[in-house]
């Protein structure tokens, strides 16, 4: 899936991506 | 690190040297917090060691909708001790340079 990004007003960008799978797992 | 329920760790190699680094940070017990982030994903950023607070980001995030201004404190906390972490090491292995 394509990462989203968003960029902040302050002039940050945020890229959200899937949440790495083997921390998933280890739940 | 006291568990707060988010997640941040390096998003890339910590060189020792440069003062921008990659995070990535998510919601690993969505118990511990009031906001409901089941299934959020992570989310990238870079954070400028020297000149950056932690709490900012946080809010920035929270600004940008990911979190709910009443989880900013968890939030900030998080990257504050990743952060912290991050510069620690950084302090511990430029002592361990000059031939100690």
Redesign the interface.
Known sequence: SSAAQVVHSAGRRFIVSPVPESRLREQ | AEETGV?VELAEEDDGKKSSIAL?L?V??PKKLKGNYKD???????FDLDTEVPET?AQ??V????FLEIDVKIVGKSIRDRVSLIKWRRQRNASGHNGK
Do not use: K, P, Y
């Open positions: 997640r990535r998510w690993e017990d959020s994903g992570a989310i990238e950023f870079t980001v920035e995030m600004d940008s909708g990911f």
